[in-house]
Every structure is written in C-alpha cells, then in structure tokens.
C-alpha cells in the first residue's frame, strides 16, 4: 500500500507532505541515503470491542512504503521531519555539492 505525497522544491531545499493517517510519529521511519529517500510506517489496527461486529472496514492495515529520488543529494545532518494531524513533513536541505579540487603539479 502507498500513500500519497506532494514534493516541492524550495530555494536550497525540498519539502516533502505525505499523508500518513493512523499511526504515531514514533511508527514512521525516514531513510535519507544521497538522493534517495525512503518514507515506512507502521499502520497498527484498532482493537475491536468485545460484541462489536464489523459492517464494512475499508482502512488498511499493515506497512505503507514509499521511496522516490531527488535531483539533488539531501544533506542529512539538517535535515527536519514534523508530523502533524497525520501528515509527515520534510525539509531536505540540499548538500551544497563540493567543487572539485585542481592539483598543482610540482
């Protein structure tokens, strides 16, 4: 199962919503590897009442995955994560990329 997601790109970063409904903070899990990023999350059921007979679920259950790519690698040391009324936000700060380094010959 997937959920859905919004990437935007802000001066020096990007800004990732995803709409990750019916768990806590503490059952997402964010992987940032270069420019891969990789969003998990745990969907625990609701306990049932005893005598309470289900008509219709329709929520899903179980671990939700997404993982996509950037054009640019994310610095991870600064990168921030909020969750908030079951949406995940992300503020990827782009690495600034190191200009390559011209050796002197002796």
């Known amino acids: ?36 990023v990789a969003i998990s999350a745990e969907v625990k ?5 005893k005598g309470e007979k289900s008509l219709r679920t329709e929520r899903y259950y179980g671990k939700v995955y997404r993982a996509f790519s950037l054009a640019q690698d994310v610095d991870e040391g600064a990168a921030q994560a909020k969750y908030v009324d079951g949406v ?19």
């Open 45 to 49: 059921s609701r306990a049932q009442d």
């Open 88 to 106: 995940l936000e992300l503020r990827l700060p782009k690495k600034t990329t190191v200009s390559a380094k011209k050796l002197s010959i002796q």
């Open 1 to 36: 199962a997937q959920f859905r997601m919004d990437v935007s790109e802000e001066d020096g970063a990007y800004v990732v919503h995803a709409e990750v409904p019916g768990v806590t903070k503490e059952d997402i899990n964010v992987t940032i590897d270069g420019n891969q």
